[in-house]
């Protein structure tokens, strides 16, 4: 088998699972315990804090642990409202996970843009500019799209909205950290979304990378952990396996290697001339439409052929793949066409090209069928 579906979720590095079971079986203790055992958990998930900030070279801020990207983003768009004449800046671009939310804060009666999406799927930066003003309270735009591989400008963004406003600027980086180079100091934002199962680590935790708590309020109410910014007890085993992975991760070496894997790919796919390809920054996403083969049928049969790839956002509708590929400008035939293939690191590259001629080959047949 052969998976290419890794923004959706990634294989748990073995020695994370090792990493897991140590402070699952041997260091259980509660962190908020009193005694010496409690204390020194306490202290190994201090130091995952550290070794986060570290990675996303913040300089100051703080890390709130969560069960993954969706609450943090959750954290993030309500924990940031305030009661008021207050509007809220959103990208068309964004994972149900901030998109829904912002329909929600829009069905509580808060003033909420969107912003569009260029063809190549960045943001439409001066649309942006043209949105902000001093009431608006909250930006919210992806870094890197989980469904085109498209690398917003974060830099650019935050001069926009800095030089407009005091707003805050929130970003889910999922699909991009650990995965491209960058440093928060440079960004200059306020929120950070990071899930540790698209970095090889486990499913079910996450954080928040806050740059002052006092713009933010809990949303969830309970026991106080995480200075009451996120009551509940604290996933110990599974942050410690989040720093495992963490610290293994060269960025720049992944990086490099994962382009060679998508170059191969494309370079494979796109002799056959029904083939388009997306272009975009990250190269651990591809989105590809084959003309005439519908994508989900695509995808379908290639899961017989041991080939593992998605027809968009796997934790999504197939609404949310269509929102975005329509708001760049796709037409609906290749909307339905598309299908998203997704990497890692860690792929042989005699794997990709067996993968793109299987694909290839699938697609053929399917177009013939089709006719
Ligand atoms: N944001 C983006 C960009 C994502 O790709 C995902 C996962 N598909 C999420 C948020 C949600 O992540 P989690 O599964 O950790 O809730």
Redesign the pocket.
Known sequence: MIYLDN???TKMFEEAVGEYKKYACDLFYNPSAFYRQGVEVLKCINDARKSLIQKLDAGCGDIIFT???????NLAVFGSKRNGNWNYIFSMG??P??FNAAKELERQGNKVFFVSLQENGEIDYSQLESLVDEKTRLVSV?H???ETGAVNDIKRISQIVRKKSKALIHV?G??AFNKIEFSLKEFDIDFY?I????FHGP??V?ALYVKNKNNLKNIIFGGGQEENYRSGTENVAGIMAMKWANEQIDVKRNFEKTLKLKKLMESVLLKDEKVKIVKSASPYILSVSYSGVNGETLARALQDEGVLISTG????TKKAGNRILENMGFKKSRIVSSVRISFNAYMEEDDIKKAGEIILSCAKKLALLQV
């Open positions: 923004a959706a979720t069960s993954g990207a969706t609450e943090s983003n964004e994972h996970s901030v992806m890197i799209s989980n889910d999922v699909q979304t899930s540790a199962h698209k499913k079910g996450g956002s796997a934790c999504s």
